[in-house]
């Protein structure tokens, strides 16, 4: 930010002797880790400076495709950029102050805090557009979406295709159950002083060579593994398992052969991490403040980068019929039940 207002001052300084627009081409906040927050009838997001100088500068806005989840946390209703114009409802404010800003209570709340007070504003036009690109910031080899303690890299995400070991459609890195047997791969690979590993320190049952958390028979009894977990506790439970009342669940005991015939397998969602990356284009901010009218011109300008971590990831196997039907009936329901209680 400091460089966003020395940029102002030497424009200032130049603006007193030009009538005319001064475009700005090489300025930019890449580095910036924007906030946000919804505000009253809007969103907005906002980067502030309390070093040498108190500052803000905000994006506030409208826009049927942007939406917050029960956290409030921001989230997209399209996978796809989403763009849109500036004008009165959606504009870029920068402002000086006279102390140190906090943003979440600046911007935020209903009624705006007294102090501290803005000695400098600048305000955009009708002119320029706003870009939002998402990102997720969990595509990395170290990173673990699916939370089951296995790196991308360990379950194929560079590879291509990609790999799956159930052929769900849902690739490893993002199946919390990778081989589609109904117990999730973080509960397979728990080791206990009982456990049988293979050569890298993996669970292995039945010493097959296929570790657990791939083998669709962990116990090697001819009976496929998610058969042998019931659908009243395993799948909505999945540390919870038929046993025979020995203490050792029916999928891990090779003596234990009987069966529950079923077409059921356990959700799939997960939570990930985004990064939505805000630049704004042929825009202008203007001195509202002083009466001067300054204007300062931009043709691209990085706003920066806002991360939001576990949001809802809805996942859909391709096991399972109509499951697209059934989370577009789930959210209706929600919405109606929501909707009611106001």
């Known amino acids: ?49 309390n070093d040498d100088v108190n500052e803000s500068i905000s994006l506030e806005f409208n826009d049927s495709d942007i939406t917050t989840d029960d956290s409030g ?47 400098a504003e600048y305000v955009s036009g009708s002119d320029g557009t706003v870009t939002i690109a998402t990102r997720f910031t969990d595509e990395t080899g170290d990173a673990d979406p699916d939370d089951d303690g296995l790196s991308n890299l360990e379950e194929g995400w560079n590879e291509e295709p990609q790999r799956d070991t159930d052929g769900d459609g849902i690739p490893d890195y993002l199946d919390r159950d990778d081989d589609g047997d109904n117990v999730v791969t973080r509960v397979e690979r728990l080791v206990n002083e009982d456990s049988i ?7 292995d049952l039945d010493g097959d060579g296929i570790p657990n958390y791939l083998d669709d028979d962990d116990d090697g009894d001819g009976v496929l593994t998610r058969l042998e977990v019931s659908e009243n506790d395993g799948l909505t439970n999945p540390e919870l398992f038929s046993s025979t009342g020995d203490g050792v669940p029916n999928y891990l005991n090779d003596q234990q052969t009987e069966f529950i015939q079923h ?26 403040d002083d009466g001067s009218g300054e204007t300062i011109s931009y043709s691209s300008y990085q706003l ?39």
């Open 263 to 288: 077409n059921e397998y356990i959700p799939h969602n997960i939570t990930r991490n985004y990064g939505y990356i805000v630049t704004l284009r042929n825009f202008s901010l203007t001195r509202t």
């Open 1 to 49: 930010m400091k460089r966003f207002l020395i940029a102002i001052a030497l424009l200032g300084l130049l603006t007193s002797c030009d009538d005319g627009d001064i475009i700005v081409t090489d300025f930019d906040f890449e580095d910036s880790t924007l906030q946000f927050c919804e505000g009253p009838n809007k969103f907005v997001i906002y980067a502030t400076n």
């Open 197 to 203: 590993l293979d050569d890298n320190g993996e669970v």
């Open 73 to 119: 946390n921001f989230i997209t209703n399209t996978s796809e950029n989403i763009t849109f114009s500036l004008n009165s409802s959606n504009r870029v404010v920068y402002r000086i102050y006279n102390g140190q800003i906090n943003g979440s209570t600046y911007f935020c709340q209903v009624v705006p805090p007294s102090e501290p007070v803005p000695t």
């Open 304 to 342: 920066g980068s806002l991360n939001e971590t576990n949001i809802p990831f809805e996942l859909c196997p391709n096991t399972v019929e109509n499951c697209d039907d059934e989370e577009e009936e789930t959210e209706e329901t929600e919405e109606t039940d929501e909707e009611t209680s106001n």
